[in-house]
């Protein structure tokens, strides 16, 4: 007879050996997918994209193509492994088709309770019982997408920062029912298509890279609001000081750096009474003000310039990624 009480469940949990040999599912093939779909066929593996709307798959295949040859021609991807990808990477009209043999499945739909549980209790149905489920999402919590599920365990949050081709860090995330396994299959899951993992010991609203984001961005907002800068001064505040030293350490590690001999602990000493004047004469608002978008655009450019800022970006992220792979002999 089978063993049905929770101390059984655990340890038939337990005992599951996650496994990638087998395609690469990637549900919803909007601005994310797309590009999740261009990083894991760019490291050789078997892509299968399901989009609900057909058009969005055939517009996904195109996009993450065009991903694939900008990875190229920057010299950002290998071209054996990527032929091996690229002849495989095809979309499915069908959710139990793109999962049913799938190894890892990364979910990347709309940023809805409803609609992300949905498509988790059916890849959750479809996909073979090794394979780990990721949702891309940013901001809802797997704790509560994972109850849609029959086996929980294998469901995490594997946020990118986009676009995940080219962006290295992932955040991985476990919920309440997930399975400490189950994060370190998907750690080195996404080491092998060369992905930089931090895994959080909970998940929590904006992970960490959003979640800190957040605070700098509310600070950046009231610093224009306020009349201290214009909106170009505070962008050009952050990316050609802090956002320099960021691209190479963290904050904690520049600021113990920053103590000379004493460390972080002289750090905090001594600047101590610097930053809490500071924190107390900042925002701590905790809904966006109301002129805030009428205000920032007179400082932005207009749409007609988007396109070639955004590959303006891109260029740019490309070579700064370049050169910090040289310098850590990658
Ligand atoms: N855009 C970003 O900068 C970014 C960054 C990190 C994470 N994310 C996360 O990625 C997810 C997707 O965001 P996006 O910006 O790519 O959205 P998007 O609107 O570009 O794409 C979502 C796609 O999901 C499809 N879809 C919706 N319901 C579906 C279903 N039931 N089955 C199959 N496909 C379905 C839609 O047709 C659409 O093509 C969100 O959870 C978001 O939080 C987005």
């Known amino acids: 007879m089978k063993n049905r009480s929770p101390e059984g469940q655990r340890s038939r949990q337990a005992t599951i050996a996650y496994r990638f040999d087998g395609p690469v599912a990637i549900i919803g093939a909007g601005v994310t997918g797309a590009s999740w779909a261009a990083l894991f066929a760019a490291h050789g593996r078997h892509v299968l994209l399901h989009d609900k709307d057909p058009e969005r798959s055939a517009s996904g295949i195109e996009r993450a193509r065009k991903h694939i040859r900008f990875l190229l021609g920057h010299a950002m991807a290998?071209?054996?492994?990527?032929?091996?990808?690229?002849?495989?990477?095809?979309?499915?009209?069908?959710?139990?088709?793109?999962?049913?043999?799938?190894?890892?499945?990364?979910?990347?739909?709309?940023?809805?309770?409803?609609?992300?549980?949905?498509v988790f209790e059916a890849v959750d149905q479809y996909a073979p019982r090794h394979a780990l489920i990721a949702t891309s999402s940013s901001g809802l919590s797997i704790s509560r997408i994972q109850t849609a599920t029959r086996y929980p365990d294998r469901c995490l949050a594997g946020h990118p920062y986009n676009p995940p081709h080219l962006i290295p860090l992932i955040e991985i995330a476990p919920g309440t029912r997930t399975a400490p396994e189950a994060v370190e299959a998907a750690r080195r899951f996404y080491e092998s298509i060369g992905k930089a993992p931090v895994v959080l010991k909970r998940d929590v609203p904006g992970y960490l890279a959003n979640r800190m984001s957040a605070a700098l961005w509310r600070e950046a907002i009231n610093l224009v609001l306020d009349g201290v800068a214009s909106v170009a001064d505070v962008d050009r505040a952050i990316h050609l000081g802090p956002g320099l030293r960021w691209a190479v350490m963290g904050p904690h590690l520049l600021y113990h750096l920053g103590g000379g001999k004493g460390g972080i602990r002289y750090h905090i000493e001594h600047l101590r009474a610097a930053k809490e004047a500071m924190w107390h004469d900042m925002a701590d608002w905790k809904t966006i003000p109301s002129a805030t978008a009428e205000v920032l655009e007179q400082g932005l450019p207009g749409p007609t310039e988007f396109v070639e800022l955004a590959q303006e970006r891109d260029e740019k992220l490309v070579r700064v990624i370049k050169a910090l792979r040289r310098s850590e002999g990658s």
């Open 78 to 118: 290998d071209p054996y492994q990527v032929e091996a990808g690229v002849h495989a990477l095809r979309s499915c009209a069908t959710l139990p088709e793109a999962v049913e043999e799938a190894a890892f499945i990364q979910e990347a739909v709309f940023e809805s309770y409803e609609v992300k549980r949905a």
